[in-house]
């Protein structure tokens, strides 16, 4: 089980940090991927994160904005999001699988968090 929270209201050029909790499975096992998805729009990768090294990898529309960080002893997965823009505005997901940017690489999806980015 994952369950992403820590989402709002932010206005443009804020932060918010997500945290995506893991229950039920063996965290170290998992790579974890960070999609989105905004209405009237397809799921859209944001980034993920290896279970072995930790190494990231991020859309070119995240990169250098959005940081994924890990800590497996409290199986749980952040998401920090900074310089937020209005089109960042969406539902934010959490995943655990392959580590990959396609959403079908990953078995175990939380209910997700909204993000809305406005003034």
């Known amino acids: 089980q994952l369950q992403a929270s820590g989402g709002g209201l932010v206005q443009p050029g804020g932060s918010l940090r997500l945290t995506c909790a893991t229950s039920?499975?063996?965290?170290?096992?998992?790579?974890i991927g960070w999609f989105r998805q905004a209405p009237g729009k397809e799921r859209e990768f944001v980034g993920s994160?290896?279970?072995?090294?930790?190494?990231?990898y991020y859309a070119d529309s995240t990169k250098g904005r959005f940081t994924i960080s890990r800590d497996n002893t409290k199986n749980t997965v952040y998401l920090q999001m900074t310089s937020l823009k209005p089109e960042d505005t969406a539902r934010y997901y959490c995943a655990a699988g392959s580590y990959s940017t396609v959403a079908v690489a990953y078995d175990y999806w939380g209910q997700g968090t909204q993000v809305t980015v406005s003034s």
């Open positions: 039920g499975f063996t965290l170290d096992y998992y790579a």
């Open positions: 994160i290896r279970n072995i090294g930790y190494s990231t």
